[in-house]
């Protein structure tokens, strides 16, 4: 047995796209979290700093300047996907996901032939075909 890829893609249906968009926001939600507590810590982190060398508090400002700028970045850009999700056809396939998953080889298989992508094919969360090379 040997470790291969395995793209999981969704059939889009209202359930999908609510269950997406509930993902999405949840994600939002979890790095608003990161981003607070982050905050909260540079804080106490930076007046600590300050009371011996405010030149380096001054660095550790910067930097956690720049990170909390890239984590808000992040979080846009979950909100974005929010508002493309109910742009989504109904029927049509979207790549949810990557996995993954075991194949098994004997002797003479070509093992690029096995280690090429698979792939699932889910409706409503419920496999209804796999896709092999």
Known sequence: MVKRTVTVTAIVTEEFKQRLAAEL????DDQQRRIDQMDFQGRRLIADIQKTDLSQAMGVRQRLETEKSRQ????????ERVG??????????????????F??????????????????????GVI???REP
């Open 84 to 101: 493309q999700v109910s742009e989504l056809e109904i029927d049509s396939r979207f790549p949810y996901n990557v996995v993954e998953g």
């Open 25 to 28: 926001k949840q994600a939002a």
């Open 103 to 124: 194949v098994e080889v004997k002797v003479g298989d070509n093992l690029a032939d096995k280690l090429q992508n698979a792939e699932m094919v889910v409706k409503d």
């Open 128 to 130: 209804i075909e796999v």
């Open 72 to 79: 808000e970045a992040v979080k846009r850009e979950y909100l």
